[in-house]
């Protein structure tokens, strides 16, 4: 707990002059614009720690927005408006997410398409600003992560919630992964549940994540035992207890994120996708070539279509890029009729080998493939010769680990009868996209840094970080120095598949039997974990697991 200890004494410190330069709102309900003078407030709430924690929390805020002018950060900064606890429960998360400065930048990558919206919903309900982060509690904003309780989507929804608040749910499509969707639902029911519990936004959210009647239920003991009803005093399941100091910790790691030496990817306050009424069904491969769009790109706008096509009951609406869109609608409206979808394409759909698999994303490769059975003296070469295709392609298209093949067996291999549409789909299978080039910044060097603590703070190798500054590893860094800090993107790159998921341990399962179904380390099983491991493993306890979304999860 070094470096938060370290905040705490630079609070204590700043305080003074904080609460000299920052007044306080008289209507905390509201959301804050940390461009404006607070009203003046009682001796009382002058005096509470709590309130100076808050005024340091906005003016560092307000800080960071200044420095990030016209991003969705400086947007999301002024809508802030949750007090800035000082616990030690949101002391353990801060000091997770500061160890691992590498999550943060991901989280930043993959929260990219979606933050903007996000926003709109979030201050059309006049909702505090740091729950455009809750994504990144509930799935490190994978936009089809799903979780063992058969939750789903950058919200997390299980489906009879989902259905509550309107989220349909069939064989074509589960709007609890459809972006536009869901975030309206998710939004609508978070203020449902602020008002349940008059304006308090912690019980709110843990309601969110254990459900209403835990969360009274755990009220109605306190109130029983005469003991505060708070959110921190409450009797609650062990993730309910991280959940909401999660939030608020990289609440506060974003907030601050100059001082805590924190790179913000510059993410511009401006509309990532327009919302294309597509009028009827559309092939998601067609699609994205008329977006003139990557399909894993196109496909991370539109996750909730559960095959190749969008559902023929609809909706009709897909979510293209703002840069593309005009030109995909004069596309789309060129677009012969038969050819949107084609009738091949839709009686594959109906057999029951295209049958959903939850979050299988090779079901959206299928329109474009058929079935090979492999037949006496065949190997993987002449087969992939004869289909004018490579042994690469059909290793990644079957998943296969090598080139060995058996008589009898079925592969999938590349339609001939969809040359275009292959053409992009299996161009990103044997050619995944590179990282971008990389962006720097400069770092103004603080007393104490060494090249290792910056290189920490920037998730980059101490070499790379020496050679980028023409020093080397051990040099005396001098206060003020500017140094060059290039963004990581190959660890950025590599993490883009990762999903989160939770896991309920079975009845003879024991932490290396875990490490080994889910090929991750035990180190990593017990460090996100650390709250539930507390007592030791056991049946029915609930896990959350980082895994490569390539890999099974069964």
């Given at each position: 707990m070094t470096r938060v200890k370290l905040n705490r004494s630079l609070n204590l410190l700043a305080m003074s002059t904080t609460l000299i330069l920052v007044g306080c709102s008289d209507s905390p309900k509201q959301s804050l614009n940390l461009s404006e003078a607070a009203p003046i407030i009682s001796p009382q709430e002058e005096n509470s720690s709590h309130h100076k924690h808050r005024n340091l929390h906005l003016h560092r805020a307000s800080k960071t927005a200044s420095n990030h002018k016209n991003t969705v950060w400086e947007r999301m900064l002024s809508l802030y408006s949750l007090p800035d606890f000082n616990n030690p429960r949101v002391d353990k998360e801060l000091e997770w997410y500061l160890d691992h400065p590498a999550a943060l930048a991901i989280i930043q990558q993959r929260a990219e398409p979606y933050l903007a919206h996000i926003l709109d919903e979030i201050e059309a309900r006049h909702m505090p600003g740091e729950l455009a982060l809750l994504p990144v509690v509930e799935s490190a904003f994978v936009p089809d992560a799903y979780s063992k309780a058969d939750a789903s989507g950058l919200?997390?929804?299980?489906?009879?919630?989902?259905?509550?608040?309107?989220?349909?749910?069939?064989?074509?499509?589960?709007?609890?992964?459809?972006?536009?969707?869901?975030?309206?639902?998710?939004?609508?029911?978070?203020?449902?549940?602020?008002?349940?519990?008059?304006?308090?936004?912690?019980?709110?959210?843990?309601?969110?994540?254990?459900?209403?009647?835990?969360?009274?239920?755990?009220?109605?003991?306190?109130?029983?035992?005469?003991?505060?009803?708070?959110?921190?005093?409450?009797?609650?399941?062990?993730?309910?207890?991280?959940?909401?100091?999660?939030?608020?910790?990289?609440?506060?790691?974003?907030?601050?994120?100059?001082?805590?030496?924190?790179?913000?990817?510059?993410?511009?306050?401006?509309?990532?996708?327009?919302?294309?009424?597509?009028?009827?069904?559309?092939?998601?491969?067609?699609?994205?070539?008329?977006?003139?769009?990557?399909?894993?790109?196109?496909?991370?706008l539109n996750p909730g279509f559960n095959k190749g096509s969008t559902a023929p009951q609809g909706p009709h609406r897909l979510l293209v890029p703002v840069a593309q869109a005009e030109d995909f609608k004069n596309k789309l409206a060129e677009l012969p009729l038969s050819e949107r979808v084609s009738q091949k394409y839709l009686f594959a759909q109906r057999a029951p080998a295209f049958a959903l698999h939850k979050d299988n994303r090779q079901d959206l490769l299928k329109p474009i493939t058929i079935a090979y059975k492999v037949k006496a003296g065949e190997n993987l070469a002449s087969i992939a010769t004869k289909n004018h295709t490579t042994p690469k392609t059909l290793r990644l298209l079957n998943h296969m680990k090598s080139d060995a093949i058996h008589l009898g067996m079925n592969l999938q291999i590349p339609n001939e009868a969809k040359p275009n549409l292959n053409k992009s789909v299996l161009a990103q299978l044997e050619n995944p996209s590179k990282p971008k080039a990389s962006t720097s910044q400069s770092y103004a060097v603080k007393k104490g840094d060494n090249i290792t603590t910056i290189s920490h703070h920037f998730s980059v190798s101490p070499k790379e970080l020496a050679a980028w500054n023409n020093v080397t590893v051990n040099s005396a860094l001098t206060p003020g120095k500017k140094l060059t800090i290039k963004a990581p993107n190959q660890q950025v790159a590599s993490a883009a598949p990762m999903r989160l998921i939770s896991y309920t341990v079975g009845k003879n399962d024991s932490l290396n039997q875990i490490s080994k179904k889910f090929n991750v380390p035990v180190n990593d099983l017990r460090k996100n974990n650390v709250t539930a491991l507390a007592k030791g493993i056991h049946p029915g306890l609930k896990l959350k697991i980082l895994v490569d979304g390539n890999q099974s999860a069964s």
């Open positions: 919200w997390q929804f299980v489906p009879a919630t989902g259905r509550d608040y309107g989220l349909q749910q069939n064989d074509w499509y589960d709007g609890r992964r459809d972006i536009w969707a869901s975030t309206k639902a998710a939004t609508t029911y978070l203020k449902e549940l602020s008002e349940t519990f008059n304006g308090d936004w912690l019980l709110a959210l843990a309601s969110y994540n254990c459900g209403q009647g835990r969360l009274k239920k755990a009220i109605d003991k306190n109130t029983e035992l005469k003991l505060p009803t708070d959110y921190w005093s409450l009797d609650l399941p062990a993730e309910t207890e991280d959940y909401v100091p999660r939030l608020l910790a990289i609440a506060q790691i974003f907030g601050n994120a100059d001082e805590y030496n924190i790179n913000l990817q510059h993410i511009p306050n401006r509309p990532y996708f327009e919302v294309v009424d597509i009028k009827s069904p559309l092939d998601l491969n067609k699609a994205a070539e008329l977006a003139n769009t990557p399909l894993h790109a196109f496909l991370k």
